[in-house]
């Protein structure tokens, strides 16, 4: 599983070289590695990427609004010479899913909570409906056959100095109670997320969903049991566009609804697997996560580390390695890394763990967000150490600085902090020297772009081919040195 001694004292001799010779001396490309990076074609990489985050937008996990962005991973794969590539499924039975569909058109959902009071699991069709003003909303209407649409509120956005967290308004509460006793077959919140301050880069708009309330006690005595998601601004945008002008109390929205809630997520992981040049056990992991979360296209987190991965695998078609590749994106990372530790998990099982070499995870490495101007590598080794403590760096990280010397990039700006909370941890805990890239905006690494798991973490507001550019050089390089001995 771990590198021999030999190993680990060429890790820390790689160390101590790219250290003493500074931080501005650059170091010469082989002409193979020339030639490597070369290869990688991100005019494609940034095709794949607006398929991802504008034609199928957000990726929840477990949703129907998930399965297009899996079918086209697996289909950029299966393109790649030499790549086996397998879907490994697996069910998460500690997080709830949902889906809504509307006039045939599948949206990302959230459902309640295992945890907090819901109004019942199950699928439910019907007749769309807005209601525009569920306070004033005669009490006695009958909504039985209809799916109630509403617009939720939320009252605070999460401030990266304050801390302080989005929460729903307590209308929404009123709202739901009062809609409950109706019997619609099932109700939809909608959350906009279209804030002045989200629009000037003030603050950081995370996800209300249905995971933050807990219904009051009013809603046990009407004994109901019908399905209770929430939808975001893109399944708004396209409401409001059916709307148009009208006020009436009750909307058509269209023919046809149908919801789902499930007290589990089922997902998949997608594996490409290239083949060492000679038999061998042991590989090397390149890995990302696809899914989002329920705010945001994913565009930087994590539409850029999935194009890149896939950029990587591309470029390696045709290089003879010593060791095999496994080339995944992981699904479920935004609810627990749980596709990351799915995988890891069988890996311990059938004692395939035994021949990891390393794990280089890509996660957010592409932001546009100009104070976004450190590269951090996470490394899992020592909770207690601070940034660029030698305690955190491993045969990985260590490997990867010299590849961002060969590029010849500034090591004033690449850092390295103690972080677990992406899927490099799930190897890590395998005792798997393991490695994440992204980037952060200041020299302490606790603070992402603004746009971090929101509505503009999109290609407009949240990309740069160049960042994209500047960190797929370093960890490609870095992950060829490794797999080929160079």
């Not at 209601?131 to 617009?151: C, E, M, N, R, V």
């Not at 390695?321 to 990351?340: H, M, P, R, V």
């Not at 200041?442 to 973490?457: M, P, Q």
């Not at 960190?471 to 040195?481: E, K, R």
């Amino acid at each position: 599983m771990k590198r021999s001694v030999f190993g680990l004292l060429s890790a820390v001799m790689i160390l101590i070289f790219v250290l003493a010779t500074g931080a501005q001396a650059a170091l010469e490309l082989t002409e193979a590695e020339s030639a490597f990076l070369a290869t990688l074609d991100y005019a494609e990489a940034e095709k794949d990427l607006r398929v991802l985050v504008e034609e199928i937008g957000t990726r929840v996990a477990g949703t129907e609004a998930e399965k297009p962005a899996i079918a086209y991973i697996e289909g950029r794969l299966k393109e790649i010479p030499g790549l086996e590539v397998t879907l490994e499924d697996f069910v998460v039975n500690t997080t709830p899913s949902a889906d809504l569909i509307l006039d045939g058109k599948a949206y990302s959902a959230g459902a309640p909570d295992n945890n907090q009071y819901y109004l019942g699991w199950g699928s439910a069709e019907g007749e769309p409906i807005l209601i525009t003003d569920p306070a004033g909303l005669d009490p006695q209407t009958d909504l039985s056959g209809k799916i109630a649409f509403f617009l939720g509120n939320t009252r605070v956005a999460t401030n990266w100095e304050t801390k302080e967290k989005t929460v729903v308004h307590p209308a929404t509460y009123e709202a739901i109670t009062k809609l409950a006793a109706m019997k619609p077959e099932a109700i939809v919140v909608i959350f906009d997320f279209n804030t002045e301050e989200t629009e000037r880069y003030q603050l950081r708009v995370s996800r209300p969903s249905l995971t933050d309330l807990t219904l009051p006690d009013e809603i046990a005595a009407i004994g109901v049991d019908i399905p209770l998601i929430s939808v975001n601004r893109f399944a708004y945008e396209d409401i409001l566009a059916i709307v148009g002008e009208k006020t009436d109390a009750i909307v058509p929205l269209g023919t046809t609804a149908a919801v789902a809630t499930r007290p589990y997520t089922k997902t998949q992981n997608i594996i490409g697997l290239k083949k060492a040049a000679e038999p061998t056990d042991r590989t090397i992991y390149v890995t990302s996560h696809y899914d989002s979360v329920l705010a945001s296209p994913g565009a930087n987190d994590n539409g850029s580390g999935v194009v890149m991965m896939i950029a990587i695998a591309r470029a390696f078609a045709e290089v003879e390695t010593d060791y095999n590749i496994a080339f995944i994106a992981f699904g479920a990372e935004e609810i627990g890394l749980k596709g990351a530790r799915q995988y890891v998990s069988d890996l311990t099982s059938s004692g395939e763990i035994e021949n990891a070499v390393a794990n280089y995870n890509m996660d957010m490495i592409a932001t546009s967000q100009e104070d976004c101007q450190y590269i951090f590598m996470n490394s899992s080794v020592d909770k207690d150490a601070p940034v660029d403590s030698i305690k955190l760096e491993t045969y990985v990280t260590a490997i990867s600085r010299l590849a961002a010397k060969k590029v010849d990039f500034d090591l004033d700006y690449y850092h390295v902090i103690y972080d677990t909370t992406t899927d490099h941890y799930a190897f890590h805990e395998a005792g798997v020297p393991a490695v994440e890239y992204d980037w952060r905006a200041n020299l302490e690494g606790d603070a992402f772009e603004a746009y971090y798991h929101t509505y503009y973490d999109d290609i407009e507001h949240n990309f740069s081919l160049d960042r994209l550019k500047l960190q797929g050089d370093i960890i490609a390089l870095a992950i060829y040195m490794d797999a080929t001995g160079n």
